[in-house]
Nanobody, 119 residues
């Protein structure tokens, strides 16, 4: 049984930081492309950051320079370090695991973790 379990969300003031974690089980983690997505109410889910099995990363323009994605294959965990948070970063963040070249919809999803950026 595949599970992706996110943690680390919460309430933070603008300009603050959070680190999200996503622990995977039931998959050969090291070969999967891992991604963080977010979905605001009434909007489509969007890619925030992705990291390949080889460590190559990509980011949404809106988070470049502020967010950093990383992975620890030994711990089967992917992280999203979020700095300089803005109110517009408020939403639910989802972890995704998918095999290379496949659409994320064909992969696995976590249950989501809420991030609220507010003073």
């Amino acid at each position: 049984q595949v599970q992706l379990v996110e943690s680390g969300g919460g309430l933070v003031q603008p300009g603050g930081s959070l680190r999200l974690s996503c622990a995977a089980s039931g998959i050969n983690f090291s070969i999967y492309v891992m991604g963080w997505y977010r979905q605001a109410p009434g909007k489509q889910r969007e890619l925030v950051a992705g990291i390949t099995s080889g460590g190559s990363t990509n980011y949404a323009d809106s988070v470049k320079g502020r967010f950093t994605i990383s992975r620890d294959n030994a711990k089967k965990t992917v992280y999203l370090q979020m700095n300089s948070l803005k109110p517009e970063d408020t939403t639910v963040y989802y972890c995704n695991a998918v095999l290379f070249s496949r659409r994320p919809e064909l992969g696995y999803w976590g249950q989501g973790t809420q991030v609220i950026v507010s003073s």
